[in-house]
């Protein structure tokens, strides 16, 4: 069983550039969700998917937005990014026979300069 | 508004101790807790989860003691070793149609030899 797996790992962007990170969900989890977790911080939910469709927003602004396929694997897209968007970006996915539990992939690390 | 308090923010105990980490929540609906173990630069990986209709629950080393009255939460590390060390979040999520998590703001632990 493949665990949450996200790519890139590192990235570095300058402050009005586009991102997009990516997400394999763990093999038979169709749900999947993003958190920023700033340094010394806990993570902060951004939203969630299910089967493609969004299935709860936290509170982020607009420019943040995301995407899941039909693989259950998904994007986060963040536009017009802010030096204050430096953080790392965790994707959790769960569903299937491990209900709730959402298991963690190991972060994008995310530097806006 | 910071719906899970978690305290303290860090803690150093001597190998063979019992680190107690301790959490508290304002909002009734939340009906499973989670804790998560982050090392540095890994995503928070699942210890132990308990829902309210229990007041005990122990995963080898890691019990969690849960008051439901009082709204509160807590984490016992039984025989602790200095693989350990790490920060430990304590989360909660309600039957709301999305599980989304809120975590505390996480204690670092350090055992020492």
């Known amino acids: 069983e493949t665990g949450v797996t996200q790519s890139p790992t590192h990235l570095i962007k300058t402050r009005g550039q586009q991102v997009t990170l990516r997400c394999s969900s763990q093999s038979g989890h169709n749900t999947v969700s993003w958190y920023q977790q700033a340094l010394g911080q806990g993570p902060q939910f951004i939203f969630q998917y299910y089967r493609e469709e969004e299935n709860g927003r936290g509170n982020f602004p607009p420019r943040f937005s995301g995407l899941q396929f039909p693989n259950y694997s998904s994007e986060l897209n963040v536009n017009a990014l802010e030096l204050d968007d430096s953080a790392l970006y965790l994707c959790?996915?769960?569903?299937?026979?491990?209900?709730?539990?959402?298991?963690f992939g190991p972060g994008t690390r995310l530097l806006v300069l | 508004q910071q719906q899970v308090k978690q305290s303290p923010q860090s803690l150093i105990v001597q190998k063979g101790g019992i680190p107690i980490i301790n959490c508290a929540y304002e909002?009734?609906?939340?009906?499973?807790f989670p804790w998560y173990q982050q090392f540095p630069g890994k995503g928070p990986a699942l210890l132990i989860a308990?829902?309210?209709?229990?007041s005990e629950k122990k995963e080898g080393r890691f019990t969690i003691s849960f008051n439901k009255s009082a709204k509160q939460f807590s984490l016992h590390i039984m025989d602790s070793q200095p693989g350990d060390s790490a920060t430990y979040f304590c989360a909660a999520s309600a039957p709301l149609g999305n599980e989304k998590l809120t975590f505390g703001t996480g204690t670092r632990l350090t055992i020492i030899p």
């Open positions: 308990i829902r309210p209709d229990v």
């Open positions: 959790a996915s769960s569903g299937g026979q491990g209900g709730e539990t959402q298991y």
């Open positions: 909002n009734t609906a939340f009906d499973y």
